[in-house]
């Protein structure tokens, strides 16, 4: 008598984001047809609409978290779930939408919605970690798709998946790409993005967004320092911070220090002002006063 090995329970869920994570899956083609023999694939509604009831063996959880019910669906997954893994910039970062942050949420609601008070949105976008536990975080906007692959045929052999976490500036090099940042002052998130598009933008001469967040060890303040030198404002270099990975800690502490640095800036800038505008009238009225002599 022989029996079937059972297979793992795939779910794969939506919060706040575009699909894009989701699609990169779907993009396997080739890949993806042998995937329903290796997992049963019992939730994934931009696949099917067919839904199995958990438990599940591995969750893939795509986009951010933004409304208490989404609070409420992170802890429903995570109690379903044997491992939850977080794709994409919005599940590990807060993505795009991690820009509110910096805002007054009520402000956006307002603008976007003809009837705001049937809006209920939390004051942040927050990644899926900062309410359940999460076995193990897949970057990039959107994920690549061989490296979703690789997580998911490591996990089914029982092995740790092999995903880089140096910087985008190794792959830049095995391309042999000429450094935008050091040959044309570029401004360029390489050298703190963690690796995993194959260099894509620096190889079209455009420099990194960071779409793929912080590499494990990424030094902002040494590259913020090297952009300055190159004549990057704190006003430019916040603006290059606070993007795709805007609510990335490492991102987002060095675009505080650069917001602080353009308030000051600023707040110089003002005073010099007025005391110039000051020194000028204190002229004019000295001139008049010898006139009138």
Excluded at 28 to 56: C, H, K, N, R, W
Excluded at 143 to 161: F, H, M, S
Aim: hydrophobic share 45%.
């Amino acid at each position: 008598m022989t029996t079937t090995a059972k297979r793992p329970r795939l779910a794969v869920w939506k919060f706040a984001s575009c699909d894009g994570c989701q699609l990169s899956l779907l993009d396997l083609e080739d890949e993806l047809l042998a995937l329903p023999q290796a997992v049963d694939i019992s939730y994934f509604l931009e696949m099917t609409s067919a839904v199995a009831e958990g438990p599940y063996d591995i969750s893939l959880v795509e986009g951010s978290v933004t409304t208490p019910h989404d609070i409420e669906r992170a802890k429903e997954v995570r109690a379903a779930s044997r491992l939850v893994v977080a794709i994409g910039a919005c599940a590990t970062a807060g993505g795009i939408q991690s820009l509110r942050n910096y805002a007054e949420v009520g402000d956006y609601v307002s603008t976007v919605y003809a009837h705001p008070e049937f809006i209920r949105a939390l004051a942040t976008s927050a990644p899926i970690s900062a309410y359940v536990k999460v076995d193990f975080e897949l970057r990039g906007c959107p994920v690549d798709r061989y490296q979703l692959l690789e997580l998911v045929t490591a996990t089914l052999a029982g092995r740790a998946p092999r995903i880089p976490t140096f910087s985008v500036c190794q792959e830049c090099k095995a391309k042999g790409n000429v450094c935008l940042l050091v040959a044309s002052s570029v401004p360029c998130l390489g050298p703190v993005t963690r690796a995993g598009c194959g260099a894509l933008c620096p190889s079209v001469g455009r420099g990194c967004f960071g779409c793929f967040g912080p590499a494990a060890t990424a030094n902002t303040s040494s590259l913020s320092a090297r952009l300055a030198a190159d004549g990057a404002t704190p006003e430019a270099q916040l603006r290059l911070l606070r993007t795709f990975t805007a609510g990335a800690p490492e991102f987002a502490q060095e675009a505080a220090a650069q917001e602080a640095a353009a308030q000051e800036a600023a707040a110089q800038e003002a005073t010099t002002r007025g005391g110039a505008a000051h020194q000028a009238s204190a002229s004019e009225a000295a001139a008049q006063e010898a006139a009138g002599r």
